[in-house]
């Protein structure tokens, strides 16, 4: 058992990228993670398993496509737009530290919503983690053929409707930073600068705070809104983050965490901006803020 608890340990950030992928929530995707471990327990003592990763990456898989299952019809009774939890790091963290969680970027994570829960685990354990169609078929109770062809299916929605993005991290670190600035100062032209003509921002309050119901679409009402934003609360802290592995900053009221923002960068320009308020959601991150700080 000490050997599989050592094992358990070594595989724990990816099992939990993997969960956060199919789910979008780093609490869920921890307890699901935590549920498999106690699963594996009971296996192991049955003689049922020979590959303890192979075991522990379909049953987190399985127990994560159950709760994405459950979790479908809430996020349709959602009251505005639902986003993901956010994965949350200071700008200045070191890069060993970065997690697998961290490396799902959250336009991807907001397509994903978009897709069935079978289609999206496929996507996610075939396209992010690398898992062949025969351990798929396991997960999701379906013939490797079928698995291959969701996969399919999904990966072209995902292509149709991702919105581009920078692969080089530090020009899209850059663009961040600079747009954090121009927000920060209520600076409506220097934000169109940086904002493509068809940028959407999307602000999530679940209804528990105020945000917008609808996404903001276009250079000028986003660079709009957010100046509106920043001439109302003028005193709110502004501080540069890592969000889902993408620059982007977090909002700060009097050192509470109130608002997580996600920047989508493409051939220099904001094309998305993905803005977390629900208190739920952002109850991890400032825990991580509040213990650093003290």
């Not at 999206?120 to 354990?125: D, E, S």
């Not at 075939?126 to 997960?139: D, K, R």
């Not at 209520?186 to 996404?215: K, Q």
């Amino acid at each position: 058992m000490r050997a599989a608890e050592t094992e358990f340990l070594r595989e724990r950030p990816r099992l939990v990228g993997i969960a956060y992928g199919i789910i979008g929530d780093v609490g869920e995707a921890e307890d699901v993670v935590q549920e498999a471990w106690l699963r594996l327990g009971k296996a192991l003592a049955a003689g049922e398993i020979d590959d303890v990763t192979g075991w522990l990456v379909v049953a987190t898989s399985r127990l994560a496509l159950d709760v994405m299952r459950s979790a479908r019809k809430r996020r349709e009774d959602y009251v505005g737009p639902w986003l993901p939890e956010p994965v949350v790091r200071a700008a200045d963290e070191p890069e060993e530290r970065v997690t697998l969680a961290d490396s799902v970027n959250m336009a991807m994570l907001v397509v994903l919503e978009t897709l069935s829960p079978a289609e999206r685990t496929a996507f996610v354990l075939h396209e992010v983690f690398g898992l062949p169609f025969a351990e798929i078929a396991e997960v999701v109770g379906r013939s490797a053929a079928s698995v291959r062809q969701l996969a399919s299916r999904a990966r072209r929605h995902v292509r149709e409707r991702s919105p581009r993005f920078d692969a080089d991290p530090v020009r899209q670190r850059e663009v961040a930073s600079a747009f954090l600035a121009a927000c920060e100062g209520g600076d409506i032209t220097a934000m169109l600068r940086l904002l493509d003509p068809d940028v959407v921002l999307t602000s999530d309050g679940g209804g528990v705070v105020r945000a917008a119901r609808r996404p903001v679409i276009g250079a000028d009402r986003v660079a709009r809104f957010l100046a509106g934003i920043r001439a109302k609360l003028p005193d709110r802290e502004l501080r540069p983050a890592v969000v889902n592995g993408a620059g982007g900053f977090l909002m700060l009221d009097d050192g509470r965490l109130v608002g997580a923002y996600a920047i989508t960068v493409a051939d220099g320009l904001v094309t998305a901006i993905d803005v977390v308020l629900h208190p739920t959601k952002l109850a991890r991150a400032s825990a991580l803020i509040t213990n650093k700080e003290n």
